[in-house]
């Protein structure tokens, strides 16, 4: 795996064109494909500087938490956003198929707290001084 | 839980806390803005998401409770900017009081499936009003 910036630069030109499959956290391919990211951006016209990061977060998350409610994966990244977001993790949910092999990118958008909701499947601990 | 763990869980409670204590605080305001801008409305039936959203352009950031009504407010201010409904089905099950003024909401978004159209705000600030206010509350 390249440099973060290496990542960024990758990841943002093929995300702007042909959306992306990412490998997740998990190990698991992880697809955004190019209507349904026209779709998001439409809805969350906030989201559209941070798009190109949704790679970056499924791959390297602050925090996975399961939804309770219909089983989906969000995926938290903090400090990637610039004010007037600059609190805000880039969100993005994932809807796992075939057994939870293979996911999907169902929707991604800017958000400043996580509800005490479903399961943590994962969080990046602060490093012990 | 490992100390670390627990100190991240506390920060991420007390987050959650003072999120909804900002919206509520900055939303008393609200009947007058809705009645102020108007408001659109969409319905996506794939997604079975209805959508309610102040005529205004203003950044956004969205947040949840319980994870079927979605909260959109103005990330400095936490003024409410719109309301998501994600599986309006699911909600009406738990909400099953919402049913009437969802079902005449919907009737105004199912004019244009997927696209926001402008809701009468007078006539239907009533309806308006009780999923902004359950949003911002």
């Given at each position: 795996?390249?440099?973060?910036?290496?990542?960024?630069?990758?990841?943002?030109?093929?995300?702007?064109?042909?959306?992306?499959?990412?490998?997740?956290?998990?190990?698991?391919?992880?697809?955004?494909?190019?209507?349904?990211?026209?779709?998001?951006?439409?809805?969350?016209?906030?989201?559209?500087?941070?798009?190109?990061?949704?790679?970056?977060?499924?791959?390297?998350p602050?925090?996975?938490?399961?939804?309770?409610?219909?089983?989906?994966?969000?995926?938290?990244?903090?400090?990637?956003?610039?004010?007037p977001?600059?609190?805000?993790?880039?969100?993005?949910v994932?809807?796992?198929?075939?057994?939870?092999?293979?996911?999907?990118?169902?929707?991604?958008?800017?958000?400043?707290?996580?509800?005490?909701?479903?399961?943590i499947?994962?969080?990046?601990l602060?490093?012990?001084? | 839980?490992?100390?670390?763990?627990?100190?991240?869980?506390?920060?991420?409670?007390?987050?959650?806390?003072?999120?909804?204590?900002r919206?509520?605080?900055?939303?008393?305001?609200?009947?007058?803005?809705?009645?102020?801008?108007?408001?659109?409305?969409?319905?996506?039936?794939?997604?079975?998401?209805?959508?309610?959203?102040?005529?205004?352009?203003?950044?956004?950031?969205?947040?949840?409770?319980?994870?079927?009504?979605?909260?959109?407010?103005?990330?400095?201010?936490?003024?409410?900017?719109?309301?998501?409904?994600?599986?309006l089905?699911?909600?009406?099950?738990?909400?099953?009081?919402?049913?009437?003024s969802?079902?005449?909401?919907?009737?105004?978004?199912?004019?244009?499936?997927?696209?926001?159209?402008?809701?009468?705000?007078?006539?239907?600030a009533?309806?308006?009003?009780?999923?902004?206010?359950?949003?911002?509350?």
């Amino acid at each position: 795996m390249g440099t973060l910036p290496e990542l960024r630069e990758e990841t943002t030109r093929r995300a702007m064109n042909y959306g992306f499959t990412v490998v997740d956290k998990f190990g698991r391919p992880v697809t955004l494909d190019h209507s349904n990211r026209e779709r998001h951006l439409l809805k969350r016209p906030d989201l559209a500087p941070y798009h190109h990061l949704v790679p970056i977060v499924l791959r390297d998350p602050d925090l996975v938490n399961e939804s309770a409610r219909d089983g989906h994966y969000h995926f938290f990244r903090w400090r990637l956003t610039a004010p007037p977001h600059e609190h805000c993790a880039i969100r993005v949910v994932v809807q796992y198929f075939d057994q939870g092999t293979r996911g999907k990118v169902m929707t991604a958008w800017l958000s400043s707290s996580v509800a005490p909701l479903g399961i943590i499947r994962w969080m990046r601990l602060p490093p012990r001084s | 839980m490992d100390e670390a763990a627990a100190e991240v869980m506390r920060h991420l409670d007390e987050e959650y806390q003072a999120t909804w204590a900002r919206i509520a605080a900055a939303n008393e305001d609200l009947r007058e803005r809705v009645l102020s801008h108007g408001m659109l409305l969409c319905y996506e039936p794939d997604e079975d998401t209805l959508s309610l959203r102040l005529n205004i352009a203003e950044p956004a950031m969205a947040e949840t409770r319980d994870d079927l009504i979605w909260t959109y407010v103005h990330p400095q201010t936490f003024k409410l900017l719109g309301v998501e409904i994600t599986g309006l089905q699911d909600f009406l099950a738990a909400h099953p009081e919402g049913r009437p003024s969802a079902e005449r909401l919907l009737a105004i978004a199912m004019q244009a499936p997927g696209e926001f159209v402008p809701a009468p705000v007078v006539e239907n600030a009533a309806d308006l009003l009780l999923f902004a206010g359950a949003a911002a509350a």
